[in-house]
């Protein structure tokens, strides 16, 4: 059974600082991870892709991949109360078409 | 213009009762998906259709049955509703793989009484 973990959290953060996300996953064959946002009553939304190793940034956010490690995580940088919500970890499943989430760390930024 | 779009987005229903729920996409993707996510949050594939080709066929109860009439359209028809089936049932599109991004739609909250 392939599986994508997470720490449930919540994962509670002060505004301004720096939140970090974590995933583990255990497909050696996956190619492709994502991040996905989901607030409450709502439907989750992309943030980050990343598929090679290192660092992938897009404004306040930073994916990290580790291919070895099996580990991708997420960085938040200036942590604003709107970016309270569940963060999912997505992964390609190696030969099927389709990703495997985590089961979602929700984050809370104090004001 | 919204790019993923599901109807209804509540149902509540008896057990017993058969349900349809929709999706459209306009974003002229190939890949079309729909999702399970239980009370815990936990997002489970059910389903995946290619070109209007079934190719995921999660361990899905057989009371559950997808139809693609055409590549920007994904029906869900649930039989004989249990209340294990109260969920949110997401839809989703893509197009090639596997670098390509989901996108999802609003999501059907499902209750069954």
């Known amino acids: 059974q392939k599986e994508v973990e997470q720490n449930s959290g919540p994962l509670s953060v002060p505004e301004g600082a720096i939140a970090s996300l974590n995933c583990t996953y255990s497909?050696?064959?996956?190619?492709?991870f994502f991040w996905y946002r989901q607030y409450s009553g709502k439907s989750p939304e992309l943030i980050m892709s990343?598929?090679?190793?290192g660092d992938k940034e897009d404004g306040r956010f930073t994916a990290q991949l580790n291919k070895a490690s099996q580990y991708v995580s997420l960085l938040i940088r200036d942590s604003q109360p709107s970016d309270s919500a569940t963060y999912l970890c997505a992964v390609t499943d190696t030969g099927r078409r389709a990703l495997t989430f985590g089961s979602g760390t929700r984050l809370q930024v104090q004001p | 213009d919204t790019a993923v779009s599901q109807t209804p987005k509540y149902l509540v229903t008896q057990m017993g009762n058969d349900k349809s729920i929709k999706c459209e996409q306009n974003l002229g993707h190939d890949t079309m998906y729909w999702y399970k996510q239980d009370s815990k949050k936990f997002l489970k594939i059910m389903f995946s259709y290619n070109n209007k080709e079934l190719i995921i066929n999660e361990t899905v109860p057989n009371r559950f049955s997808p139809k693609s009439p055409d590549k920007a359209h994904l029906n869900l028809h649930i039989n004989s509703l249990e209340l294990g089936d109260s969920a949110v049932y997401f839809c989703?599109?893509?197009?090639?793989?596997?670098?390509?991004?989901?996108?999802f739609g609003p999501g059907t909250r499902l209750l069954v009484l």
């Open positions: 497909d050696r064959g996956s190619q492709s």
């Open positions: 989703a599109s893509s197009q090639g793989w596997p670098q390509e991004t989901q996108y």
């Open positions: 990343i598929y090679s190793n």
